[in-house]
């Protein structure tokens, strides 16, 4: 009924930059937070950065001053603008979305996640 569908993964150089896009779709009536998690080899998934209905965001301090979020509520899309990329970034990239939609049994609410798009930098 709902899913996410992410894009824009991929192999970069140090100091370079990749843009990630997640799209919902379905029976949809709203969104609600969205965000982006990353897991790395070995490592627990980690939060990287969220954005709010209203615009407001957080991010992981890691990432505080290189990357941003962002969403297009029209378009019930989060991206990710990723910049000067380290290699410690690397890792699958998962996006997250708590979104109000039409369900078999009437109005349901749900939290739900992409497939992963993996991001590797290198050195």
């Known amino acids: 009924q709902v899913q996410l569908v992410e894009s824009g993964g991929g192999l970069v150089q140090a100091g370079g930059s990749l843009r990630l896009s997640c799209a919902a779709s379905?029976?949809?009536?709203?969104?609600?937070?969205m965000g982006w998690y990353r897991q790395a080899p070995g490592k627990q998934r980690e939060l990287v950065a969220t954005?709010?209905?209203?615009?407001?965001?957080s991010y992981v301090d890691s990432v505080k001053g290189r990357f941003t979020i962002s969403r297009d509520n029209a378009r019930n899309t989060v991206y990710l603008q990723m910049n000067s990329l380290k290699p410690e970034d690397t890792a699958v990239y998962y996006c997250?979305?708590?979104?109000?939609?039409?369900?078999?049994?009437?109005?349901?609410?749900?939290?739900?996640w992409g497939q992963g798009t993996q991001v590797t930098v290198s050195s």
């Open positions: 997250n979305a708590d979104i109000f939609f039409r369900s078999t049994w009437g109005r349901s609410r749900d939290v739900y």
């Open positions: 954005v709010s209905s209203d615009g407001s965001t």
């Open positions: 379905g029976s949809i009536y709203s969104v609600f937070a």
